[in-house]
Nanobody, 121 residues
Framework: VQLQASGGGLVQPGGPLRLSCSAS????????MTWYRQVPGKQRVLVAG???????NYGDSVTGRFTISRDNAKNTVYLQMNSLKPEDTAVYYC????????????????WGQGTLVTVSS
């Protein structure tokens, strides 16, 4: 199982960015796809997750600004990030697992390589 994250880059505060995570297998088999982010020296935290039933959950700091979605036919999950802030700067990782929901302290067994998002003027 391989997860490939892409779409990171430099964006100005207030701008949008969309991340993609493509899987080598059928993401329906994974159940839940989740985005996490990590800043050097800090713990990895949940950004957003979505299960095969379409139920999603978000971290408190991104609720209302970020939207997670999945295209099962393309085996891809997306993270649309709007109204970006400098504090959103981090490496973003996609994750896949069998449980219907994950948290900051739990995650599935499959990880992508990470994509860097930098929010700066």
């Amino acid at each position: 199982v391989q997860l490939q994250a892409s779409g990171g880059g430099l964006v100005q505060p207030g701008g949008p960015l969309r991340l993609s995570c493509s899987a080598s297998g059928n993401i329906v088999d994974f159940n839940t796809m989740t985005w996490y982010r990590q800043v050097p020296g800090k713990q990895r935290v949940l950004v957003a997750g979505i299960n095969r039933g379409g139920r999603s959950n978000y971290g408190d700091s991104v609720t209302g600004r970020f939207t997670i979605s999945r295209d099962n036919a393309k085996n891809t999950v997306y993270l649309q990030m709007n109204s970006l802030k400098p504090e959103d700067t981090a490496v973003y990782y996609c994750n896949a697992g069998p449980f219907p929901r994950y948290t900051d302290a739990t995650w599935g067994p499959y990880w992508g390589q990470g994509t860097l998002v930098t929010v700066s003027s």
